[in-house]
């Protein structure tokens, strides 16, 4: 790629500095449970200290999706039921959902892209666990498979009018919107999630898995080839919608690691995983839109 123009590399300077703070209980959250000696009251005494996210975890647990046998009134008895994995995804699903805008003159579906990146994160960790042999850490794949697009909500809050021409020039002209984004824009959503999410201070192999996922010369990791694939398995889908459907003309995104044949890596995924991610997702996406 190219390098950037003064003017543009002073536009996103300014578009990720006015983009809201991740939650700090979150990110301790996500620090604690790096750690494989975490105990589960430390997760915990994090989330109960921040009372909002707090009623957020209760609502989605007492859904009627989990149908649990009893109303859950604390932290702690959701982690018992659900376990810290389920818990820090909602935690961390709720911080991405809460930084979306609830309008934008992209004409970028917001709602649809907030349900293709849950799907995604959950299909990325999914296949950590099935086929990566301990080369990616699967919760590790889930946070980058829901942050791999989130350069695209920096555009559709602060360069609105220009991600609008590239979604429409992807569509007219059939390319991929990652593309369009480098020829309209003179960068793609990729280079501006890495920038926020360094902003946000995340561990650098996740910097570097958002900004590298359409770069093809990036160097291949087990974590890079998981969302990629997510990714590409979820578009084929037409789960959710990230502004860039799925082509059939599409190289596969690892062969190496998951073969050529997207319907035969879904058919191998553990039998109702899809599904299951698909009917979380749904489920706290429409939660989320409550809020």
């Known amino acids: 790629m190219s390098a950037l123009t003064p003017e543009l590399e002073?536009?996103?300077?300014?578009?990720?500095?006015?983009?809201?703070?991740?939650?700090r209980s979150v990110q301790r959250i996500l620090e604690l449970t790096r750690n494989i000696n975490c105990l589960p009251k430390e997760i915990v005494a994090v989330i109960e200290k921040d009372?909002?996210?707090?009623?957020k975890i209760f609502k989605v647990i007492n859904s009627a999706y989990y149908s649990l046998p009893t109303k859950i009134t604390s932290i702690g008895q959701s982690v018992v039921y659900l376990g810290i994995n389920t818990i820090k995804?909602?935690?961390?699903?709720?911080?991405?959902?809460?930084?979306?805008?609830?309008?934008?003159?992209?004409?970028?579906?917001?709602?649809?892209?907030?349900?293709?990146?849950?799907?995604?994160?959950g299909v990325a960790r999914q296949l950590a666990i099935q086929f990566a042999d301990d080369e990616a850490d699967p919760g590790d794949c889930y946070i980058a498979g829901l942050l791999h697009d989130f350069g695209k909500v920096v555009f559709v809050q602060f360069l609105s009018a220009e991600f609008h021409d590239a979604l429409a020039y992807a569509k007219e002209n059939?390319?991929?919107?990652?593309?369009?984004?480098?020829?309209v824009i003179g960068v793609d959503h990729g280079v501006v999630g890495a920038r926020l999410a360094k902003r946000w201070t995340f561990p650098a192999h996740l910097i570097d898995c958002i900004r590298d996922h359409h770069q093809p010369a990036a160097a291949a990791s087990a974590m890079l080839d998981c969302?990629?694939?997510?990714?590409?398995?979820?578009?084929f889908r037409e789960i959710g919608d990230s502004g860039n459907p799925w082509r059939d003309t599409e190289a596969p995104a690892a062969a190496a690691r998951f073969g050529d044949d997207p319907e035969n890596?879904?058919?191998?995924?553990?039998?109702?995983?899809?599904?299951?991610?698909?009917?979380?997702?749904?489920?706290?996406?429409?939660?989320a839109s409550e809020q």
Request: glycine share 4%; charged share 20%; hydrophobic share 55%.
């Open 227 to 235: 969302v990629r694939t997510a990714d590409q398995l979820v578009r």
């Open 10 to 23: 002073r536009k996103l300077d300014t578009a990720v500095e006015r983009m809201p703070a991740f939650p």
């Open 89 to 121: 995804n909602l935690a961390l699903g709720f911080a991405a959902a809460g930084i979306l805008p609830r309008m934008n003159a992209a004409g970028f579906d917001i709602q649809r892209y907030l349900l293709h990146s849950l799907v995604v994160a």
């Open 174 to 183: 059939s390319l991929p919107l990652h593309e369009a984004e480098r020829i």
């Open 51 to 55: 009372p909002v996210m707090t009623m």
């Open 265 to 287: 890596l879904l058919a191998r995924l553990a039998p109702g995983s899809l599904e299951k991610i698909v009917a979380e997702a749904m489920v706290f996406a429409q939660l």
